[in-house]
């Protein structure tokens, strides 16, 4: 087993978790989400369901890349960081691939913030994940798999 380091790519990892476990506590329980009298309670759960998926994997895996990265396999590194771009991309895909042909009757006015033209939503999902990429990479060029 490797000595215990601290590289930026393993930093930027646990920053991404971390983020991944704070930022919905803040973004979801505004009066747009969890807040919102014109959303009905089903949705709300649906919602609350989502932000503890959000909070517990990033939780999860800050803690493992903080305590542990060094004793998983690189295998298990790969599925972990996959998992937590993944979640960010399927809340993506499920709200502007899905929803639009699952949900026609949906009148709700979602609140969207857009920034040069595209959605903020994509945008996030986009800076998360070339972070986490990025990290990943970092990570794997300093722990280098054998």
């Not at 983020?19 to 959303?39: G, K, S």
């Not at 996959?82 to 709700?108: E, K």
């Not at 994509?122 to 722990?143: E, K, P, S």
Request: aromatic share 18%; glycine share 6%; proline share 4%.
């Amino acid at each position: 087993m490797k000595k215990f380091a601290w590289t930026s790519g393993r930093i930027l990892l646990a920053l991404c978790g971390l983020a991944t476990a704070i930022f919905p506590l803040f973004l979801w329980t505004n009066e747009f989400h969890l807040n919102d009298p014109r959303w009905f309670i089903h949705g709300k759960f649906h919602v609350l369901w989502q932000m503890v998926i959000f909070v517990s994997f990033g939780l999860i895996y800050s803690y493992e890349v903080v305590f542990q990265w060094q004793r998983l396999s690189p295998h298990v590194r790969n599925v972990l960081t996959l998992m937590l771009a993944l979640l960010y991309i399927s809340q993506q895909f499920a709200y502007f691939v899905l929803a639009p042909f699952l949900l026609p009757g949906d009148t709700f006015p979602h609140q969207s913030t857009y920034f040069v033209g595209v959605n903020a939503g994509i945008l996030q999902t986009l800076a998360v994940d070339a972070l986490i990429l990025l990290g990943f990479f970092l990570d794997r060029r300093h722990n280098a798999y054998r």
